[in-house]
């Protein structure tokens, strides 16, 4: 019996049903059992049609790249996910423990880290926070399962400092473990790497994908440098208000990078 | 309040003897603590100046009381209620920056509160309601404190998605918080403590009361725990000691408690910067 590592990390177990029982509904090379869906996704904003027709497979294990021009709809069609702007169409994930369908729990990593630095908080406080523990519950059961988090993005030591200390790059690892608390079924991150040098991004990057292949997340990932996106991703989607490319991210890159040039 | 009046009378003090004082003293209590702990709160969420015209607000508040010259608490708490929603309402449509909104609002409601109260010259009857007058408590006022706290420890439970929607409005979004909803139930909720104070603290006072002791925390917490204890312990102790200074000064207790704060932050200051130069490491030349 597989122990989801998340979900042992949580205090729950659960069997992997295994490659050949065939209850899987999706299922590619390098991927877990559960995937989640866009169907004919749709988004209306002020009377301007954002996103059209959108149609998205996203399974577990895969890092997916979504590139596209300013203003083409990647940080709305987020959005769209979120339930924070209304939209056409379905959105379901398929677990790989029961095979059912039902909106995906959704870690969101968000492109701005803005916020008052001069609040005292603690990365156990905004742990403690997005996990929806009361403050007035013990510390000490939770600062162990804080502490197994952090150390997934290597912020272990900085268990007790104050979020308003961190840099840029700290922020950022930061907010990956408060996306990851508790576990999601869709990891979402909005440009995550503005802001950051590049051997910061290149960093990161290997972080989430190996994040990735740890729990078995479907991840999105919006991001500009497409060739190094490209370096990381299983997949690339290239959106313009509709998807115009999807596939494998090294064969889709170069059509990507000559759409990306025809807007400039 | 038996119990309460013999515990105090046992204190060898003077202001210990008398009853207004004893029932000044355990009102202070209920309203620095619930003031100083929704203090936090209104740090975390910008909303200073929002408490600060709500407290201003006060004024229209006490007119409409004397124009219907009845249910003064249901008045006063449905009045700060609609403020609340009207301005959160008013930040939303995004037709002026959110401060503008709040200054626009505090004008106006201290404009109105002047005109009804100051109809065939009354006005200096009521301006008693800029300083406040603790001392004037009675048993069911503090009843209601009472009440309010409970509400306010119940309320507590929410404390860590108020947190997050102050900290980060897109990763509370994205946990599924209705980000409108928290904020405006916040100002309401504030809106009311800060009316319902009003009398007691004054107009001109009350937003210190919520603002210092978060601000006082905020330099010497290491963790969001000692923030919010830190927070309710300092509102507790300078609204304590300030009604006693208020007492020997015979100054009107709310600006005695902000004068107190405020002298308590510059110290907590002073203490953080020269604690932390001695901590820092010689420059080599």
Not at chain 1, 41 to 49: A, T
Not at chain 1, 142 to 171: C, N, P, W
Not at chain 1, 224 to 245: C, E, Q
Request: aromatic content about 10%; charged content about 15%; hydrophobic content about 50%.
């Amino acid at each position: 019996m597989r122990l989801n590592k998340v979900d042992k990390f949580m205090g729950q177990e659960h069997s992997w049903p295994g490659k050949t029982d065939g209850h899987h509904f999706c299922f590619t090379p390098n991927s877990g059992g559960c995937c989640t869906k866009l169907l004919d996704l749709r988004v209306c904003l002020g009377g301007n049609l954002i996103l059209d027709n959108i149609n998205l497979h996203v399974h577990c294990g895969e890092l997916t790249a979504l590139v596209g021009p300013n203003g083409a709809g990647k940080s709305t069609l987020f959005r769209a996910m979120l339930g924070e702007v209304p939209y056409q169409g379905k959105l379901q994930f398929i677990s790989e423990v029961d095979g059912k369908e039902h909106r995906p729990k959704i870690g969101l990593v968000p492109q701005q880290m803005s916020f008052d630095k001069t609040l005292p908080m603690t990365a156990l406080d905004l742990l403690q926070a997005v996990s929806g523990q009361s403050l007035f519950r013990s510390a000490q059961k939770f600062r162990e399962k804080a502490y197994e988090i952090l150390a997934v993005v290597g912020l272990t030591h900085m268990i007790d400092q104050k979020i308003g200390t961190f840099s840029g790059g700290q922020l950022q690892r930061l907010f990956l473990a408060a996306a990851l608390t508790p576990m999601p079924d869709l990891l979402l991150l909005d440009e995550p790497v503005s802001g950051v040098d590049y051997a910061g991004m290149l960093q990161f990057y290997e972080l989430v994908s190996s994040i990735r292949q740890q729990f078995d997340l479907s991840v999105i990932m919006i991001g500009h440098d497409l060739a190094t996106l490209a370096k990381y991703a299983d997949r690339m989607i290239f959106l313009n208000h509709r998807v115009l490319l999807d596939g494998h991210a090294q064969e889709v890159l170069p059509q990507a990078m000559a759409l990306m040039e025809k807007q400039v | 309040m038996a119990w309460w009046s013999s515990l105090i009378s046992a204190l060898p003090f003077a202001w210990a003897q008398y009853e207004f004082f004893q029932e000044g003293l355990l009102g202070i209590i209920f309203i620095a603590s619930i003031l100083a702990v929704l203090g936090t709160l209104v740090v975390n969420h910008q909303l200073s100046f929002f408490s600060e015209a709500v407290g201003h607000a006060g004024l229209a508040s006490m007119a409409l009381v004397v124009l219907l010259g009845r249910w003064p608490l249901g008045v006063m708490i449905s009045f700060a209620i609609l403020l609340a929603i009207l301005i959160a309402w008013l930040k939303r449509q995004r037709f002026l920056p959110a401060d503008s909104v709040v200054g626009l609002c505090l004008s106006f409601t201290v404009a109105l509160g002047v005109v009804l109260l100051s109809r065939g010259g009354s006005f200096s009857k009521y301006s008693a309601y800029l300083t406040g007058d603790i001392f004037n408590i009675t048993g069911s006022d503090i009843f209601v404190m009472a009440i309010l706290s409970v509400v306010l420890l119940i309320g507590l439970r929410f404390y860590q998605r108020m947190l997050l929607v102050a900290f980060h409005q897109e990763m509370a979004a994205a946990r599924g918080l209705k980000v409108f909803l928290w904020e405006t139930s916040l100002m309401a909720v504030v809106a009311v403590a800060v009316t319902v104070a009003v009398p007691w603290m004054g107009i001109l006072a009350v937003n210190a009361l919520l603002i210092f002791p978060a601000a006082i925390a905020r330099v010497l917490a290491k963790n969001l725990r000692s923030y919010l204890f830190l927070a309710w312990l300092i509102g507790l102790s300078t609204g304590i000691l300030g009604l006693i200074i208020s007492y020997y000064l015979d100054a009107a207790a709310g600006a005695s408690i902000a004068c107190l704060q405020a002298a308590v932050l510059f110290l907590a200051l002073l203490g953080k910067a020269i604690y932390l130069r001695g901590r820092r490491p010689l420059r080599t030349l």
